[in-house]
């Protein structure tokens, strides 16, 4: 089967369940994990990644396009993380971070510089390559982040509520630069998120880490100040 599988992904720590999911996100599906912080949303992306903390025992399987990578270690599940900080590195030009992120599969130097100024072309960014981090606005340090990662060239793509820092009308044009960009490459796709908006605007299935499913427009949530970030 293609996609994300989460096989009765089970996460617990003492007596407390964090996580509970059965489910499959499909190629090009965008699935909304979604609930206040402290409710087991970090600690799914965890176990998904394999980088679950020894205070949690974790049962069932993580499945990409049919494979069981529940014991791979993190970096050979080719599973893309986009955090709430684009963590962009400071020591290097724009072009530099894309460049860091380039399979070894792409030889040579003008084939890898075809592939980043093919992306920046894609982030609406050319000829940023030799641009500082330090002078790029937060939505094209956002877009940088985000093709960084794809440039991994991901089998699956995780969402950590990273347009929550953003101001609204930027958080809107992000959040549909990410999500198209997600779709058009056909990856399944996990976003985690405490904010209503966020989840409307994915379009897809809404649950929360135990797996209840949640209504597209949640009671009380929109505006909701309770709700921690």
Known sequence: MTGLVLDNLLVTSGDTTWVALHTTVARGEVLTIMGPSGTGK?????????????????????LLDGVDVTDRPT?????GLLFQDDVLFPHLSVGGNLAFALPASIRGRRARRDRIATALVQAGLAGFADRDPATLSGGQRARVALMRTLLAEPRALLLDEPFSRLDADLRAQIRSFVLTRARDEGLPVILVTHDAEDARAAAGRILSPLGKELPKKPQGVEGNATLAR
């Open 42 to 62: 970090s600690t799914l992306l965890a176990a998904i990644i394999g980088t679950l903390a020894p205070a949690f025992r974790m049962t069932g399987k993580v």
């Open 75 to 79: 970096r050979a599940r080719r599973i």
